[in-house]
């Protein structure tokens, strides 16, 4: 997984902006800010950061821009981030197996 898009979706508040385009479709920075604790110049910036890294889009509709989620760049990070689950879970069963096969031989 690219650094940017683990940075991108690291953040809990731009986490969120992507939980509310994906309930309402689109929204502006504007909307967004109505339900976040960040200001809107903040909730813009932040959109700046996902539609860098291809998860968001946006279109120009008068004097805003009114945003969307890329579903197919958010599957391939879901997707990343899967990788990344079951790579970890792999690490996770190798020390237990070591841990558990140290404590054995010092039973005996």
Known sequence: MDDDLWSAVG???RR???DLLLA???GTATSLSEHLPVTRQAVAKHLTVLDRVGLVHASTEGREKR???DG?????AVAQLDD???A???RLQRIKRIAESIQR???D
Do not use: F, I, K
């Open 24 to 26: 309402d479709g689109t």
């Open 11 to 13: 953040d809990p508040t």
């Open 72 to 76: 197919a760049q958010l599957e391939r």
């Open 67 to 69: 945003y969307r989620v």
């Open 105 to 107: 031989s010092g039973d």
């Open 88 to 90: 970890w879970d792999a």
């Open 16 to 18: 969120r902006m992507l």
């Open 84 to 86: 990344v689950g079951r």
